[in-house]
């Protein structure tokens, strides 16, 4: 309703401009209320649940748990965790080093257990064909090169399927670790 009213408060302010009309019709009237719907955030059984769909040790199970890991503790954006090249992974000081909204380069630390993970899916992922041909830090399953934000997206929404989480979204562990976040 919001957006209704909206495209017809911008087709009244048109009328008036073009002089079609004095006053637009919309002018006195308040734009409807929306409540805030929040993100819901992940459960601790949730997260137990989603990283033990990802327990293999394939390059695909590997990857996967690396990646929901780095969401969980980093809060980083998809694009961000998406564009991650080999090298912004430094595993001696446990950071990633992302490109941020703006172009803004920051070092974004990461737990032990996420530290873990990106050495297992780093192990596996040195054997495979592509890892000679791309920086790219994520690779596609079956010899399909690297794995972009669109996959990151369709690869939560199924993990989170065979979990039982009904519409896993990226966007949701941004949430999750803001709202388990703790200061140091």
């Not at 737990?111 to 297992?120: A, H, P, Q, V």
């Not at 040195?126 to 920086?135: F, G, I, P, V």
């Not at 065979?162 to 140091?184: C, E, N, S, V």
Request: with cysteine; glycine share 8%.
């Amino acid at each position: 309703m919001s957006l209704v009213f909206r495209a017809l408060q911008q087709f009244g302010q048109w009328l008036t401009e073009e002089e079609d009309l004095d006053r637009s019709p919309l002018d006195r009237m308040r734009p409807p209320v929306v409540p805030e719907q929040p993100v819901p955030v992940l459960t601790d059984d949730q997260i137990r649940t989603l990283l033990a769909g990802c327990a293999g040790r394939d390059l695909v199970s590997r990857r996967d748990e690396a990646i929901i890991r780095l969401f969980m503790d980093t809060g980083a954006r998809r694009a961000e965790i998406a564009n991650l090249t080999v090298e912004d992974v430094d595993l001696t000081q446990d950071v990633i080093h992302i490109l941020a909204k703006g172009r803004k380069g920051r070092a974004v630390p990461f737990g032990s257990k996420s530290g873990i993970s990106l050495e297992r899916y780093l192990r596996v992922r040195s054997k495979d064909r592509w890892a000679k041909k791309t920086d790219a830090l994520w690779l596609g399953e079956k010899g399909r090169g690297s794995f972009s934000a669109d996959g990151i997206r369709q690869m939560l929404w199924r993990r989170g399927e065979a979990a039982g989480i009904k519409g896993l979204h990226p966007h949701q562990f941004r949430h999750t670790a803001a709202h388990t976040w703790t200061p140091g």
